[in-house]
Structures are given as C-alpha cells and as structure tokens.
C-alpha cells in the first residue's frame, strides 16, 4: 500500500495540514515534506516540525546516487523510497514542477483525512 499524500500551494496550508496530522496522532517521524526546492523543502519541514524528504529514509545508497542524478530524477527516487511506484513517482514529481507542496504520511491508518 502506498504512503498517504496531500499536496498543497502555499507554505502555510502546508504547516497547517501538519499540524491537523500531528492532532490525529501521526508521529512526525512519519510525516515527510517534498518540494521542487531544498531550500523550501527544509523551510516548511522546519516550520512544520516535519521531516524533509531525504537521507533519513532513503538510506546512504540512494543518497550517494542522488549526488549524481538531475533533480527530477532525485525527486522520483525520493518518493520511490518513500513507497511509491515508479509511474506514481513520476506523476508526483509533475506536480512538484507545478511549484506544489507535497506532504507524504507514511504507515498513515485507512481513516486518514486533511
């Protein structure tokens, strides 16, 4: 099963969803923030107290990998790791092109709603 997702336009519905997430009871450990930009990504993660998607959960292999890959490719391969397919992947990083927020929520429960 693939890891719940959201995405969003502006910085702050993004925090907000965060935050209505962590009141739901989900572990920030679980809730990752994926941007077009690093540095944006970093800047709502910290805002949110959120994770950005990175070397945490994609291991020092695909890390290493990542240094040499277009950021497109980089983007794809960050939510693979997270859980998605290879054609979801893609799809995700078009969105991220579109200049949205994507928050991802894994191990999220069926009930799950933002």
Do not use: C, W
Not at 69 to 92: P, S, V
């Amino acid at each position: 099963m693939e890891p719940f997702y959201k995405e969003y336009l502006n910085d702050d519905e993004a925090v907000t969803a965060v935050d209505r997430l962590k009141t739901q009871g989900i572990s920030e450990d679980n809730i990752f923030v994926v941007t077009h930009d690093k540095e944006r990504t970093n800047r709502v993660a910290d805002e949110a107290d959120a994770n950005p998607a990175g070397a945490k959960e994609q291991g020092i292999g695909a890390s290493i990998k990542n240094v040499f890959r277009k950021q497109g490719d980089e983007l794809r391969a960050k939510f693979q790791e997270l859980g998605y397919t290879e054609a979801k992947a893609e799809e995700l990083e078009e969105k991220l092109d579109d200049g949205k927020i994507i928050l991802v929520v894994k191990d999220a429960p069926a009930d799950l709603s933002l």
